[in-house]
């Protein structure tokens, strides 16, 4: 029979590995506010609601599929959120747009986020930790997953809040949408398998560097 280990309570972090974190975060969102800051130094991208980064290049979604994986559920949902929403404000202090960065689908994308920590949650829960490559393996599954379903959703979501002006409100024009997103989607998939790899290396050697700081360990597997 297999039982799965329970998570510690403790979930404290040190200034140190704070630091760290609050780094990697830092660069995460600097990816994302890249289009924004790139005008400013001369090179000229066009800027609207299409051009959240570039193509969908962009660690935001596999930061929040590795931090579910990586870590208790309090940060994993904690570290995403408040990357995007730096992200976010960013955009507004950038362009003076609000509506660029927090519009009518902002609470869907939100809840879409969170999705994918709850999908690196479950990678972690079933899949079990092993080393560095299996980890890796299992999140970048993990992340084709979460790619996939934020493409699927968000693209439904774009579709049916547009009022008809970008696409009909019509098979033809739901089909339309997707097949128009589907280079957002496939720089989706090369920026989860470039940049989980990285994030999950990354976390894992912060978190194992103190034994305060648990990872979630629902999928290290015992035999009872």
């Known amino acids: ?3 799965s280990k329970q998570h ?8 140190k590995q704070f630091l760290a ?3 990697i975060v830092f660069f995460v969102v600097l990816a994302k506010l890249m289009p924004y800051l790139l005008p400013k130094f001369g090179w000229e991208i066009p800027v609207d609601q299409s051009w959240s980064y570039f193509w969908n290049f962009s660690p935001m979604l596999p930061l929040a599929l590795v931090a579910g994986a990586i870590f208790s559920l309090r940060w994993a949902v904690l570290i995403p959120t408040l990357a995007w929403l730096a992200g976010d404000l960013g955009i507004w202090a950038l ?3 609000r509506d660029w ?4 689908m902002s609470p869907f994308i939100y809840l879409l986020m969170w999705m994918t920590v709850f999908i690196g949650a479950t990678g972690a829960r079933w899949a079990g ?6 980890r890796s393996v299992r999140n970048l599954l993990g992340g084709f997953v979460g790619a996939t379903l ?3 959703i968000s693209n439904f979501l774009v579709w049916s809040f ?8 019509t098979l033809g024009g739901l089909l339309e949408c997707y097949t128009l997103a589907i280079p957002f989607y496939r720089n989706s998939l090369v920026g989860m398998v470039i940049y989980v790899p990285v994030l999950t290396m990354l976390f894992s050697s912060i978190v194992s560097a103190n034994e305060t700081v648990q990872a979630i360990e629902l999928g290290n597997v015992q035999k009872a």
């Open 150 to 152: 934020f493409f699927l």
């Open 129 to 134: 930790d092993g080393d560095q490559l299996a």
């Open 95 to 97: 362009t003076g747009h």
């Open 162 to 169: 547009g009022n008809a002006v970008f696409y009909p409100l």
């Open 8 to 15: 510690s309570e403790t979930d404290k972090i040190s200034w």
């Open 1 to 3: 029979m297999l039982q």
């Open 21 to 23: 974190i609050g780094v």
């Open 101 to 104: 960065a927090f519009y009518p």
